[in-house]
């Protein structure tokens, strides 16, 4: 679905990326994790071609993403950014039309498809005719998901599209996401820090560091046969509540 | 989009409310076109001229206090007025200068080059001179200016402009070997006052001002002949000897008809008794011609439609011309960082050009009048909209842009769609800015013919009349306000209902 073949990235002085060679299959869900810094959302970039490699290449569906094409390829992409994605001088239903009705949709088809997504994505239709404001943060990352799969995407990119929520409605999202990826059997790519979001939705992790691929598997291989002890302190870093209780009882 | 668009509309409504009220739409080019200066002795002769044209059956345009010297001049050349009144020692020192032509005939020679002619003169001659209160010179027994040799210790107080002139104090002392010392450079108001207080003794003076009258000065004689004559006469552009022969013959009825006494006594009924100009030029007439003209007096509501009118068309033009190409030139700063600093740059520089600096460059490329006051009032728009669009498109958040591009929005989409609507606020507050700096700026246009509620002010203040100075100064204080309160309204109608909520925490 993407390749990603000897890419490398620097801003100004700073090296973000590394030779990075990547594969990202068809129909599965594939998760980057890694270190605030490492490199993630620059992978995410590179693919919907918001910025270009400085060596290397990146291939959606076999043709090479470059600026000539970049537009009708990302027609095929969904983008849903880390927060602070929705245009604020338009409502919840616009955000996610606008695209549809540059397009030329009729009003019918959009409404239709609006529909089959707010009930794909609970959220209330009530809400649609809300501005970015007036949703809670919640609401706000499920209407960037309605945005991102309006044209049917046939790739997912999503960036810590939980990042910046409480633990519980991130928990019920979570299981929302996970049973929408699966309802919808699309290739999704999915930017996180947290090792347990990575295993719950990833059937491979890809953990970075510093702009270089350190490992990549399952969560199982990652704990069982890290790489490098770096994988180990990474995953350890993120202990559970059960993992303090049992320190404090000692 | 929609905002730019609405924007055009609104422009496009400016532009027809201006021609509605433009004071020029319907003067013809076969017109005759009388100028004077802004001071009163100008706007009376320009008053007296246009009445004896008007007696001919001529509909003449009468264009009151252009401005100074240059000005004027110019114009003529330019055609723009046909006829003004002049001094011949302006004439010599000022619009020749340099070409040493002092007789009659030869100023008359040199004006030919230029296609102007001149009557003979009126009979005044409003020189400089030296004035002192009548009983203390009577006191002192001095009548001439060298009696003042005999009194060293007499104080002087002289105008700025008199003590550095070429035929000012330093050469008044040199050619009657005056001795005395205390002699200050001062505002004319207060010499006038020193005068009455007995601090100044004897100050500079016009032969034919008003206030020869009402401080009851004695003019002492030149008996030197320092001061060259300041001869009153009309100007008048050669080629209405064929356009109107018979105007030219009603100018000459003038010549040598209005002694110094006449126009000292017309100049303080205006500027002390509060006489309109046009009814003493008609009282004039109708003394030493037995000409009875139609005085043509503006009613208070009248004259004020009129002034608003000019305003409204100074400020709509330029604040249309100045939204049209600022909206773009922003955008332009905005996408081009390089090309940006330099229009940045700029209209930044032409803000600080001081705004009477400003229109006085306009006169030698766009004339008198409307035009120059136009282009100077709209360059000086310019700034607040391209900054406020240029900065309002670095405000959006980088996400959004970032949104925006990942949707697969070509660029023009992404502006029409996204980017502009975001800024619209940014974009109104920038004109409202502009609106209000260009109301009151516009008052300015009135020193260079454009008309509008400064004319008001600086007739106020050449009459010293505080009614007349607040006639102008309260409605252009208003109408920056209703500028300010429309866009405030436009700003609900433009302004997307989504980026005037507050967020709830
Ligand atoms: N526009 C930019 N200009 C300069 N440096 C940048 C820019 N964007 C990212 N970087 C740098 O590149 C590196 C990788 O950035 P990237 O955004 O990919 O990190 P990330 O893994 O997504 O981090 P986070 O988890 O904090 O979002 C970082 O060191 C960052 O400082
Ligand atoms: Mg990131």
């Known amino acids: 679905m993407i390749q990603i073949q000897g890419v490398s990235k620097t801003y100004g002085q700073a090296a973000a990326l590394h030779s990075i060679d990547l594969t990202i299959p068809a129909g599965q869900t594939t998760v980057f994790i890694g270190q605030s810094g490492c490199g993630k959302s620059t992978i995410l970039r590179l693919i919907i071609g918001l910025i270009q490699a400085d060596s290397g290449s990146v291939y959606f569906e076999g043709t090479r993403v470059t600026p000539d094409v970049v537009t009708s390829l990302r027609r095929k992409m969904g983008y849903v950014i880390q927060e602070g994605g929705l245009f604020p001088h338009l409502t919840a239903y616009d955000n996610v039309a606008l695209m549809a009705r540059y397009l030329g949709w009729s009003d019918e088809r959009i409404k239709g498809r609006l529909n089959e997504l707010s009930e794909l994505t609970h959220f209330p239709s009530e809400g649609l005719e809300r501005f970015s404001v007036q949703l809670s943060g919640g609401q706000q990352q499920r209407v960037s998901l309605m945005r991102a799969l309006m044209l049917d995407p046939d790739v997912l990119l999503l960036d810590e599209p939980l990042g910046a929520l409480d633990p519980m409605i991130r928990a019920d999202l979570q299981v929302d996401l996970k049973r929408i990826f699966q309802a919808l059997g699309k290739t999704v790519v999915l930017v996180t820090h947290d090792i347990a979001e990575a295993g719950f939705f990833g059937d491979v992790i890809t953990l970075l560091k510093d702009g270089r691929v350190l490992q990549k598997g399952t969560l199982e291989e990652l704990i069982q046969s890290p790489a490098d002890p770096f994988v180990t302190r990474f995953i350890n870093a993120q202990r559970s509540p059960l993992d303090v209780m049992r320190k404090d009882s000692k | ?505």
């Open chain 2, 1 to 505: 989009m929609k905002t730019y668009f609405i924007i055009i509309h609104l422009v496009v409504c400016n532009i027809i409310i201006a021609n509605f009220f433009s004071p020029t739409a319907h003067s013809s080019a076969q017109q005759i076109k009388v100028g004077s200066k802004k001071f009163t002795e100008s706007v009376i002769l320009g008053e007296i001229v246009t009445h004896l044209i008007k007696s001919t059956g001529e509909q003449p345009v009468y264009l009151r206090e252009l401005g100074g010297t240059r000005v004027l001049w110019n114009a003529l050349i330019k055609g723009e007025i046909d006829i003004y009144p002049e001094y011949s020692g302006t004439i010599s020192e000022e619009i020749l200068s340099g070409e040493g032509v002092y007789s009659e005939e030869d100023i008359r020679q040199a004006l030919a080059k230029h296609g102007i002619k001149m009557t003979n003169p009126l009979g005044f001659n409003n020189t400089y001179a030296i004035g002192m209160k009548e009983e203390v010179s009577e006191r002192l027994k001095i009548g001439k200016i060298s009696d003042l040799r005999q009194h060293p210790d007499l104080k002087f107080g002289f105008g700025n402009e008199f003590m550095d002139r070429g035929d000012g104090w330093p050469t008044l002392r040199n050619d009657y070997h005056l001795p005395q010392q205390n002699v200050r450079g001062l505002d004319h108001d207060l010499a006038y006052r020193g005068l009455e207080k007995g601090t100044i003794h004897a100050i500079d003076i016009y032969s034919t001002d008003a206030k020869v009258r009402y401080y009851n000065l004695r003019i002492l004689k030149d008996d030197l002949n320092h001061f060259p004559a300041y001869n009153a006469v009309i100007l008048y552009r050669a080629d209405l000897e064929e356009r109107a022969p018979h105007v030219i013959t009603v100018l000459k009825k003038l010549e040598s008809k209005i002694p110094e006494s006449e126009m000292i006594k017309m100049n303080s009924r205006a500027n002390l008794d509060m006489v309109s100009e046009s009814q003493i030029a008609s009282d004039f007439l109708s003394e030493s011609f037995s000409l009875e003209t139609e005085t043509y007096e503006e009613t208070t509501i009248g004259r004020l439609l009129r002034h608003t009118g000019e305003h409204l068309f100074l400020v709509a033009i330029s604040l249309s011309a100045a939204i049209i190409i600022s909206i773009p030139l922003g955008i332009l700063s905005a996408k081009m960082p390089g090309l940006g600093q330099v229009i940045l740059g700029i209209v930044g520089i032409i803000q600080t050009i001081p705004s009477l600096a400003l229109l006085v460059f306009m006169i030698p490329l766009l004339g008198i009048g409307g035009p120059p006051a136009i282009m100077a009032l709209f360059l000086y728009s310019l700034l607040p909209i391209v900054r406020n669009t240029y900065t309002g498109f670095q405000d959006i958040r980088p996400q959004i842009r970032e949104s925006a591009e990942a949707l697969g929005l070509p660029p023009g989409a992404r502006l029409r769609l996204v980017e502009l609507p975001m800024v619209s606020r940014s974009i109104l507050a920038g004109i409202k800015t502009s609106a209000v700096i260009n109301v009151g700026t516009a008052t300015l246009g009135a020193l260079i013919g454009a008309g509008g509620y400064g004319q008001l002010i600086l007739t106020g203040i050449r009459l010293d009349n505080m009614s007349l100075i607040l006639q102008g100064a309260v409605p252009a204080a208003v109408l920056a306000l209703i500028a300010q309160g429309c866009f405030e309204i436009l700003e609900r109608l433009f302004v997307p209902k989504g980026l005037r909520l507050k967020p709830a925490c």
